[in-house]
């Protein structure tokens, strides 16, 4: 049973325009949230978090967007940049015991 | 920032041999670190979460003999590949908490690729 799920494998978007990747969550003890970022061969690297306290988090292009109720989350990306095609993992933790990760979306910002 | 470093980044070795990787976390402690592995185009999958000072937690499905993991410090992780196959070939990626019991972030290793001929 995943815990968190991103529905959409894959995601392409327009240069320029905004990139929506969502996540869903079904453990409510989860109370932060994280995006990572891969690109091939690498680890992963930490883009943007947000904590359970929270709606809302902003850092430059992106934004994460958590609803609490619906237990789900959203990362927006805009103005999309060809550099940000990557896999996305959407990761969830419960006080920093567990952390989650979604299947990750592959993005592909086409130029 | 935190920094986490995986070696080796790539190797390649002979069906039947051993293979250590290490993870460090160069400017934090981490008494806690957790190992990944990643199939060509698929998620990251779990192996197990290292303790320093104690056994590591396996995932379900994962061979404890076959990926031998070791925490001997506050800093170090490893993870033994022993009698390594072609079906062990795969991306191996380490990560460590920033925050010791906290939700801090997760930073991860750079990876280290593994092909075994």
């Known amino acids: 049973d995943q815990q968190v799920k991103q529905n959409s494998p894959s995601l392409s978007v327009q240069e320029g325009r905004i990139s929506i990747l969502n996540c869903d969550y079904t453990?409510?003890?989860?109370?932060?949230f994280l995006w990572y970022k891969k690109y091939p061969a690498e680890g992963p690297t930490f883009l943007i978090s947000?904590?359970?306290?929270?709606d809302k988090n902003e850092d430059g292009r992106f934004t994460v967007f958590l609803n609490k109720s619906a237990k789900h989350l959203s990362l927006h990306i805009v103005p999309s940049q060809p550099g940000d095609s990557a896999v996305y993992f959407c990761?969830?933790?419960?006080?920093?015991?567990?952390?989650?990760f979604g299947p990750g979306t592959r993005l592909s910002v086409l130029p | 920032g935190a920094v986490v470093s995986q070696h080796p980044s790539w190797v390649i070795c002979k069906s039947g041999t051993s293979v250590k990787i290490e993870c460090r976390s160069l400017?934090?402690?981490?008494?806690?670190m957790f190992w990944y592995r990643q199939f060509p185009k698929q998620s990251l999958m779990l192996m197990a979460t290292?303790?320093?000072?104690?056994?590591?937690?396996?995932e379900q499905g994962v061979e404890k003999d076959k990926f031998l993991i070791n925490h001997a410090s506050l800093t170090l992780s490893t993870l033994t590949v022993t009698s390594a196959h072609p079906e062990d070939s795969s991306f191996y990626i380490c990560?460590?908490?920033?925050?010791?019991?906290?939700?801090?972030?997760?930073?991860f290793g750079e990876g280290s690729r593994l092909t075994v001929l």
């Open positions: 290292s303790n320093e000072g104690s056994k590591a937690t396996y």
């Open positions: 400017d934090f402690q981490a008494t806690t």
């Open positions: 947000i904590s359970s306290i929270k």
């Open positions: 990761a969830a933790t419960d006080y920093g015991q567990n952390f989650v």
């Open positions: 453990n409510s003890m989860f109370d932060y």
């Open positions: 990560s460590a908490p920033g925050l010791a019991g906290g939700t801090g972030e997760l930073f």
